[in-house]
């Protein structure tokens, strides 16, 4: 059959088959994961691609948009803002958003992200002007949660879903920063006085807590000592006495005589006598005694040493 085909005519098929065999590969579309293509037949949209193999149909459907579902995040400038007490400030905000509608994100607005951040500004400017100065510096968190809500709400319609708003900076007029400088370097200065105020009575009570406790120990040293005289002296005092019944025990028990007795007391005499006592009462059974004594004294030494 190919015997009778000339070779323009051989030349010409085999163009026309490379001809078919890359408008097939050119039509030939693999959608990676998180991404969507979204097609148009004949100028309408037809459908939307997600995932894996897909063979688009030459000259009739053409693919108009490919979409990343991933979260994306838009840093937009800084927009001048005017608060409730009219103080002009310089704020710049990040949206975080997801595209979950492709055909709705390729038709519902023109420009999207341009869309996005008008409708982020004007958010912002209403928010703001119903704060003050004080509560917008301060009210971060209720003022990305307000803009978040409306923010999602009106680009609902555009397959756009708005996960998070976060305000990066807010810049007042310098003379205001100046003066909020001040205002922070006295506030420092204040806490500072009150640190050392409180350290320094901190340090008074301990040394008065130290002197009160060393107080409190010197008089119990005191009190010790004294209560161990004290003790040391009744100590002495019960051996003394425990002498003398020991004394009176012994003598009670060898029985002694009125003689003796009598002698014993003419002794504690004789000792009393080399004192200083200029009078001593002498009972008359020891001055018998006495007597006795003296006189056999005499008789000894009268009597002469016999041969």
Known sequence: MFDNISVPGAVAIAILVVLVLIVIVRNIYIVQQSRAYVVERLGAFHSVWGVGFHL????????VKKVSLKEQVADFDPQPVITKDNVTMQID????????????????????????ENLTA???RNIIGELELDQSLTSRDTINAKMR?????????WGIKVN??????ILP?????????????????????ILQAEGEKAS??????GEKQSTLLRADAAKQAKIMAAEAEATSIMKVQQALADAMRMLNENAPNDQVIKLKSLEALEKMADGKATKIIIPSEIQSLAGLAA????LVENDPPQA
């Open 56 to 63: 688009k149909v030459p000259f009739i459907e053409r693919v």
């Open 93 to 116: 905000t990040v949206i975080y958003f997801q595209i979950t509608d492709p055909k709705l994100y390729t038709y519902g607005v023109e420009y999207p992200m341009n869309a996005i």
């Open 122 to 124: 004007t958010t912002l």
């Open 149 to 157: 809500t409306i923010l999602d709400e009106a680009t609902d319609p």
């Open 164 to 169: 998070r708003v976060e305000l990066k900076n």
């Open 173 to 193: 007029p310098r003379e205001i920063q100046n003066a909020m400088e001040k205002q922070m370097k006295a506030e420092r200065e204040r806490r500072e006085s």
């Open 204 to 209: 008074k009570i301990l040394v008065a807590e």
């Open 295 to 298: 006189s056999a004294k005499a």
